[in-house]
């Protein structure tokens, strides 16, 4: 340990090391997603960049996509060439959109952008896209109401739990001693007391099926069977 400093100051330096690390590599990541998504080699950009009055060489570029380090100027020109944030550049958020309800939306709710698109999509807010407005359409209108009935249902987080459960059970890795002697001896413990145990795709398989439960009552209520629909009707 450096002389005056503390241990804390260590730790602190320590995970800002971790954490620029980081940021640097998902930096790198996201050029290189940019780069190949635009279609064109990075040889291309430099000169369209070179063309556009803001320079930025081969190498330089080569370096930026390469390691993520990047100048502060560099990193403004290529947001700007890319149509897209800083903030996405640097990995601080998943959204490329300069769109600022779009960033709003994503900051509050933590949706990634393509979600954020697709509330937009079936709630018929996206009026510039013929697409969206033939869904709007077709659904005569409906996508929003239905949207929301399904988010606030009661049931929604029984669903989002048990395909959680499903999820962490299907990677979960089983111990090699639950395989031999020890895994035995609970079985025969389980057995002893007129029990069983489940195995890991028997766990998985059970979650996944409540997830389909949960989901289909939550379809029943909004689309209730002609006999239940009936009865509610006489209630009313």
């Known amino acids: 340990m450096a002389k005056g400093r503390s241990y804390d100051d260590e730790v602190l330096?320590?995970?800002?090391?971790?954490?620029d690390e980081k940021i640097i590599e998902e930096s790198s990541k996201r050029l290189k997603g940019l780069i190949s998504a635009s279609g064109k080699s990075i040889d291309t950009i430099a000169k369209e960049l070179k063309s556009a009055h803001t320079p930025i060489s081969y190498s330089t570029l080569y370096k930026?996509?390469?390691?993520?380090?990047?100048?502060p100027y560099g990193l403004a020109v290529l947001a700007k060439?890319?149509?897209?944030t800083t903030d996405y550049l640097l990995g601080l958020s998943d959204v490329q959109s300069l769109d600022t309800s779009i960033q709003g939306v994503e900051k509050v709710t933590g949706l990634s952008e393509k979600a954020i698109e697709a509330v937009r999509y079936f709630n018929g807010c996206n009026t510039k896209s013929f697409r969206a407005r033939g869904f709007a359409i077709t659904t005569n209108y409906m996508g929003k109401k239905i949207l929301n009935s399904f988010l606030k249902h009661p049931k929604l987080g029984e669903f989002i739990y048990n395909i959680a459960a499903a999820i962490y059970y299907s990677e979960f890795e089983i111990p090699d001693s639950a395989t031999g002697k020890d895994g035995k001896d609970v079985e025969d413990a389980a057995e002893l007391i007129g029990g069983h145990v489940l195995f890991?795709?028997?766990?998985s398989k059970f979650f996944r099926q409540e997830a389909i439960i949960a989901l289909m009552k939550i379809v029943l209520d909004l689309v209730p069977e002609e006999g239940d629909h009936g009865n509610n009707s006489k209630e009313r």
């Open 13 to 19: 330096d320590e995970k800002k090391l971790e954490i």
């Open 200 to 203: 890991k795709d028997d766990v």
């Open 64 to 71: 930026y996509q390469a390691t993520g380090v990047s100048t």
């Open 81 to 84: 060439y890319f149509d897209t």
